[in-house]
């Protein structure tokens, strides 16, 4: 998804919160419309709606929703405020029809090294729409916060220039692509400020909302997120293999020489392509289920060094026969789908994506390891 692909679906989805306090005070917020099962929703930071001093006498007759140009055949009624702990607010509304623009998937916590995109009203622009890009440098401040910084922002911007920036941002979407799916993992909510300098901001993570019986998500369970891979993974076409054994020939000559020695020399091509195909499936697997257990990534991390090392001090050795080699990798296979049915329970009982992962460790060895298993000659 081009990055113009992701601001406009992130503009569809984004609306301009006015609240009335009073004939003299009226704020102006960010919200995002989000999807229920059979509702519709707009998510936003529980101060854009009841205000800094917790005016709890608001009603949805003093709320004004703004929307995009483009919904204008779309009309949104407010029906219902449901809040969660003074963090999130969720603005129930329903429309004249059913509304037809992407939809995300919701995340509850935010996951670094992402190019993060949000889209709000900020006062500087006089309540215009803006987009602007982000980078999260703190996904784990605390239960329910995170922290990003805001391109154009820095640890030198005063307070007076971000303050202008932030008021009116406040609820705006924290927005992330990855396989052509746009994730949504938080709100704006406040600035951090440390000595006089403000180059940060505080965003609150969705796991209230997460956690909630309100149906909002994509997918709650395991075997919704193991089809939509299997449909990710028919994508890897045989193109896609030939690219990567021409990007990384190092690791192909690591793993033709494998073969070689395991493989009749009329079945080493196919078996490449097989391994390499079974590798960039695994390497989706992995990217989706990140999303999924916010704890995956270190723990399959610090699972592949062990494994590794376990393989490199059992299997790398001569071997007589090639029956001899392939009963040896069907061993490695076993040992490491058994280590991953251990350590990760949520996938434990999905026989697709354990046998993908156990795929994408051992093939990510037989291209990355220079060693091999070595036919003796002799």
Request: aromatic share 10%; proline share 1%; hydrophobic share 30%.
């Amino acid at each position: 998804m081009t990055s113009e692909k992701i601001k406009n679906n992130i503009k569809q989805l984004t609306v301009k919160i006015t609240v009335t306090h009073s004939e003299s005070n009226k704020e102006i917020g960010t919200g995002v419309i989000v999807f229920g099962n059979s509702s519709y929703y707009i998510l936003t930071s529980y101060h854009c709606i009841f205000g800094k001093n917790d005016n709890t006498e608001i009603t949805i007759n003093d709320i004004a929703i703004e929307k995009d140009f483009s919904l204008n055949e779309y009309t949104l009624s407010l029906t219902n405020i449901i809040t969660f702990k003074k963090n999130l607010v969720l603005l129930k509304f329903t429309t004249n029809k059913d509304l037809n623009i992407t939809k995300c998937i919701y995340l509850p916590k935010a996951i670094e090294d992402k190019t993060y995109y949000l889209r709000g009203y900020p006062k500087i622009l006089k309540g215009q729409a803006h987009n602007f890009e982000a980078q999260c440098n703190d996904n784990d401040i605390s239960d329910i916060d995170f922290r990003m910084t805001i391109q154009n922002l820095n640890a030198e911007s005063s307070g007076e220039e971000t303050i202008n920036y932030i008021q009116g941002l406040s609820g705006s979407g924290i927005f992330f692509e990855e396989n052509n799916n746009l994730y949504l993992t938080g709100l704006t909510n406040s600035i951090i400020g440390q000595g006089g300098a403000f180059g940060s901001i505080n965003c609150i993570k969705l796991i209230d909302l997460y956690l909630s019986e309100i149906p909002i998500t994509d997918y709650h369970s395991i075997d919704d997120l193991s089809k939509k891979l299997k449909d990710i993974n028919k994508s890897v076409s045989e193109d896609m293999c030939a690219k990567y054994e021409e990007e990384n020939n190092d690791y192909y000559e690591n793993l033709d020489r494998k073969n070689r020695n395991l493989y009749h020399e009329s079945e080493v091509t196919n078996k490449n392509f097989q391994t390499i195909k079974n590798y960039l499936e695994g390497q989706n697997v992995y990217s989706e289920l990140q999303f999924y257990d916010n704890t995956f990534e270190k723990k399959i991390l610090d699972l592949i060094d062990n494994i590794i090392e376990d393989i490199t001090h059992d299997y790398e050795k001569h071997i007589d026969t090639k029956k001899e080699g392939k009963d040896n990798l069907k061993e490695i296979r076993t040992y490491v789908q058994t280590v991953i049915e251990k350590e990760f329970n949520f996938i434990k009982d999905d026989t697709y994506l354990v046998s993908k992962i156990r795929n994408y460790i051992v093939n990510a060895w037989l291209l990355n390891c220079n060693l091999d298993f070595k036919l003796d000659e002799g």
